[in-house]
């Protein structure tokens, strides 16, 4: 059974750093696609950053790109999602997920130039609260 565990969240002030961790169970990270998304109240869901399984190219929102990197781990099967110079705008749920069936995704779906399938499986997430 695969499963996806968000961690690392929390309340950080603007400016501040936070590092995301997103352990896999029952997958290895290096074969799938890996995404990052997040939600914030009364919005709707966005891409963050994925990292491709094929080649470790990485992709990222213009609204994060120069502040957060995403990265992966072999060794420990996680996927991490490093965010600096934090804003209040970045306060939302991040949630990881992977591409596990392969289904190709629209092309015009977000991160497809890099992460070209469907994210289908999903963690619970964590919470990322920016405030002074």
């Known amino acids: 059974q695969v499963r996806l565990v968000e961690s690392g969240g929390g309340l950080v002030q603007p400016g501040g750093s936070l590092r995301l961790s997103c352990a896999a169970s029952?997958?290895?990270?290096?074969?799938?696609?890996i995404g990052w998304f997040r939600q914030a109240p009364g919005k709707e869901r966005e891409g963050v950053s994925c990292?491709?399984?094929?080649?470790?190219?990485?992709y990222y929102a213009d609204s994060v790109k120069g502040r957060f990197t995403i990265s992966r781990d072999n060794a420990n099967n996680t996927v991490y999602l490093q965010m600096n110079s934090l804003k209040p705008e970045d306060t939302a749920v991040y949630y990881c997920?992977?591409?596990?069936?392969?289904?190709?995704?629209?092309?015009?779906?977000?991160?497809?130039?890099?992460?070209?399938?469907?994210?289908?499986?999903w963690g619970k997430g964590t919470l990322v609260t920016v405030s002074s």
């Open positions: 029952g997958l290895i990270v290096d074969y799938y696609d």
């Open positions: 990292i491709s399984s094929s080649d470790g190219r990485t």
């Open positions: 997920a992977t591409a596990l069936n392969g289904e190709p995704a629209p092309p015009t779906d977000w991160g497809t130039p890099v992460c070209p399938y469907v994210m289908d499986s």
